[in-house]
């Protein structure tokens, strides 16, 4: 698929569509989706802003890349003035204070936000069934999930309701979903975008992702949204990757693969022979390919998730209906604590926060949670080792196809072992894209850290290439 922003912007400015139309016809396709991808329309904000760009072409004046480019917001981001739900009942008449950083940068360079977009509630989740708003139903086939937790906007995506969405990646919620939806989802290096205004959820791996459908659509919204902020002191500033040093696969030599991922009973069999296929394609091309070692899945998604739950717990100690959310008033202070957060936090939400404080409490964060950051550091440690010897791993996305609508909430701990191949990647911090090729569900490709350029530059090489 070519750039999509490309091709609407020459339409705006050439004068065959206009903003206004463009934006309304967007907004009908979302009222009426039966996917469940909606938490609120920004309808009014988005038809003002298409009207001022109307009238800026009408007066012969020149537009920017962006300007005028209907997108969503996965409903965990900060807009001023619109709510924030991140698709809970604690948070449901919430209205941002403030928009965030990542969201501001596209707004200055003039794209319009149309939408809120449905997900698992705070993240939690890798379906989209954890949500006051309905199970988002898949794009290719509405009995299946649509991937979480970014799974409104991947759904959004394909769907063509919105030319990109601003998903939220900690463990894998942009990639999955992408892979899940057959569209392009990005996982940027920690601290290349600002996180300002994102709802925390785990801190230490919370990644703002772009999903869009080409390489050259994520490259621009990625170059837009990059930067230091001084809001958030994990940013740090990055050089804008131009179009050009993408376009050739020059300097990839060597890329690796995690055996273990592949010859794994857990992997559903045409993933592993797609994958595999795909491997013998990239190696006819003259390119090295290495088998490298790596954790077993289970020591990946127990770390992640014993880390990812501690965070959590931590950071949603705040919204106990005092400063935030609905509250519900009892007979004292603790009791009004209690019963807001008993009656308003999803079960989903409430067993990571019960399993955080448990992992941070004392006579067991010794044993559980400092384990848990020894393991992080030897999973860094195995990527700076493996990124001596390849230039890029490639992996699939997840071991099995979409489950069916309903399967994952009957059965979590199934749902924690489906992210057995993105949750590494977040704990490394690295720069991971899915794209939509190679297998049923895409495929996944990393670089060292702050090597974003080498990822989407070897997804423009697959692109010619499967
Ligand atoms: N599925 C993972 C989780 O529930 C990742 C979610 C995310 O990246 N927000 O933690």
Known sequence: MDSQIHKIHQQLADKKISCAALVQQKLTALKENTNNTVNSLLDDLALQLAVKVDAKIAKGESIGLLEGIPFGIKDVYMVQGTYTTASSNLLKNYKSAYTATAIQKLLDAGAIPIVKENCDSFGHGSSSENTIFGAVKNANNPDLVGGGSSGGSAVNVAKDYTVF???????????????????????????????????????????????????????????????????????????EISKDSISNSEGIKTIGYFKNFIENDAIDSKIKADFLATIEKIKAKGIEVKELDFFKSDILVSTYYTLAMAETASNLSRLDGSNYGNRIEDKNLKESYAITRSENFSEETKRRIVGGNQVLSQGFSDEIYLKGLTLRDAISENFEKDFKEVDII?????????????????????????????????????????????????????????????????????????
């Open 394 to 466: 490639l992996s699939p996305v997840t071991p099995g196809t979409p489950p069916k609508i309903g399967d994952s909430l009957k059965d979590p701990h199934a749902m924690y072992l489906s992210d057995a191949y993105t949750v590494g990647f977040s704990l490394g911090q690295l720069p991971t894209l899915t794209i939509p090729q190679g297998t049923e569900t895409g495929l996944q490709i990393t670089a060292a850290k702050n090597n974003d350029e080498l990822v989407l530059k070897f997804a423009n090489f697959l692109k010619d290439m499967i």
């Open 165 to 239: 969405s601003i998903g939220g990646d900690t463990g894998g919620s942009v990639r999955q979903p992408a892979g899940y939806n057959h569209v392009y989802g990005l996982k940027p290096t920690y601290g290349r975008i600002s996180r300002y205004g994102l709802m925390a959820y785990a801190s230490s791996t919370d990644c703002v992702g772009p999903i869009a459908k080409s390489v050259e659509d994520i490259r621009i919204v990625l170059n837009v949204m990059s930067g230091k902020d001084i809001k958030d002191q994990t940013t740090y500033a990055s050089a």
